[in-house]
């Protein structure tokens, strides 16, 4: 089913598989993956009667848990006390690192990378500005589906390309109001930017330069088309020097394995069985509506019969229906009387395919390293070794996440900003080598009361023993 609903969709001739594939993934998250099919769940009939296909209805049931679960790990890593601290020999260092995700608002940059970043990847890159006559801090997300990366034989990052078609709106709100577009002299003509016109948005990332690009118009430029690259003019308002050395960002990969450039799919192993429980549960909940007002089954004719214009009988279980009365003729023959009866299920199909359904959203859970276990049946007290136990597939998931957007991801991130925010003379940032900054990350699981009156003796004997000292 999911390579049939899949096909529907109708991309553009530019875009290549990979950019497909992404465009797929990223379709769940935005609970838009079913969104190109022509014809709500309810819709069984064309106007002419011919019955349409269940592949071409949307499902009125969509639990979506891509895009839950996707949410769940960015707000297991950086929500609240989730979050990393800084370590390091000086403490100044510690407290400028801290400065900077706040004043770039960093920890939500990260949240948004991490939900996604589940499809395979995501970018993350970081400008500094001036604000107010001193240096600020910006992050920005992007995308894997927008992004061009190149890396060198080590695997470093060496430059990237974000290109996407934007709303002309977006251009004109930071003052933009030219494009490039086919004409007659070579390189293109600058037009007006219209606000519902669609435009390139282009941007390469090096290890000197950040080069932005004139807006071009929509239809007019193809992404590795080498007759429309002439239409690509560097904006010098928009060129930033900045003399890193280093792609000011980050390339970071979701889990191992997948495609280069991009890691593996979180939820990519669940996707056919998501599809199937999604149009299951849309067929429960079409049954339950018809079980509220079930068809009508008439024998006989009725006598109190009304018509609309187009000659249809409206009948249903909340009409009265009267049959003229039954009449016996001197020949014996009866005639008159009627019968009408309800088509209805007893209930008992949907107890079968609950217990269905229950099966088929652990199964998709297990698929994805998600926990499955149910707490209603787990025997023993609820403790912080419970909640172990209960958690452990979703701990690795998310012991996972924090190397691949933690260690790999936000800690070479802030380590390149806080170098590049020490040469614009940033405040508050010192001339200290950032390299062997380093994260700690909180316990998954914090111990309960009932945790700490059991462990209460154990510590009390051990400072009695002299094993730890009472400031441990």
């Known amino acids: 089913m999911l390579r049939a609903i899949a096909g529907q969709i109708e991309f553009p001739d530019w875009m290549t598989g990979r950019q497909r594939r992404l465009n797929i993934y990223d379709r769940w998250l935005d609970g838009e993956f079913y969104a190109h099919l022509p014809y709500d769940f309810s819709v069984e009939l064309e106007s002419n009667g011919e ?41 100044a260092l510690c407290e400028a690192a801290e400065a900077l995700v706040v004043e770039g608002q960093l920890i939500e940059k990260m949240t948004e990378a991490t939900f996604l970043g589940q499809v395979g990847a995501v970018f993350v890159s970081f400008a500094l500005v001036e604000h107010a006559g001193a240096p600020n801090i910006q992050f920005d997300v992007w995308h894997a589906r927008d992004c061009e990366p190149r890396f060198d034989e080590a695997g470093e990052l060496t430059t990237c390309r974000v290109q996407y078609l934007c709303g002309g709106q977006a251009f004109l709100a930071q003052g933009i109001t030219q494009a490039y577009s ?59 020097v900045h003399m890193l050395g280093d792609i000011p960002g980050v390339w970071m990969r979701n889990l191992p394995g997948g495609d280069i450039p991009d890691g593996a799919c979180t939820f990519e192993p669940g996707l056919e069985n998501c599809v199937v429980l999604d149009y299951t549960m849309s067929q429960l909940d079409r049954g339950l509506l018809y079980n509220l007002c079930p068809q009508v089954i008439l024998q006989g004719e009725l006598i109190n019969e009304s018509y609309d214009g187009a000659k249809t009988i409206h009948r249903g279980p909340t009409n009265t229906f009267q049959f003229p009365a039954v009449q016996k003729g001197l020949d014996g023959q009866q005639t008159g009387g009627g019968d009408a009866k309800l088509l209805e299920s007893n209930g008992a199909v949907f107890d079968r395919a609950r217990e269905i359904v229950e099966v088929m959203r652990k199964f998709i859970l297990e698929q994805i390293l998600a926990s ?101």
């Open 372 to 472: 499955r276990k149910d707490p209603d049946k787990f025997s023993g007290p609820q403790s912080g070794a419970a909640a172990k136990i209960l958690d452990e597939e979703h701990d690795a998931l998310v012991q996972i996440m924090r190397s691949s957007y933690g260690e790999r991801g936000f800690l070479p991130l802030i380590k390149l900003a806080l170098v590049a925010a020490f040469l614009v003379g940033h405040p508050g940032v010192p001339n200290v080598d950032p390299s062997e900054l380093k994260l700690v990350w909180p316990v998954l699981h914090k111990l309960t009361p009932q945790d700490f009156s059991l462990l209460q003796p154990a510590l009390f004997q051990a400072v009695q023993l002299g094993w730890i000292g009472p400031e441990d």
């Open 51 to 91: 019955y349409i296909r269940l592949l071409n209805r949307r499902p009125s049931w969509q639990a979506n848990i891509p895009e839950l679960l996707s949410r769940e790990l960015a707000l297991k890593l950086w929500a609240g006390q989730n979050r990393p601290r800084f370590d390091h020999a000086s403490d």
């Open 182 to 240: 086919e004409g007659t002299t070579e390189g293109g003509d600058l037009v007006a930017i219209l606000p519902d016109g669609q435009y390139w948005f282009t941007r390469d990332y090096g290890p000197e330069l950040t080069v932005g690009y004139t807006p071009i118009v929509g239809a007019d430029y193809k992404p590795h088309d080498p007759e429309t690259a002439a239409l690509l003019h560097p904006d010098p308002e928009r060129v930033q």
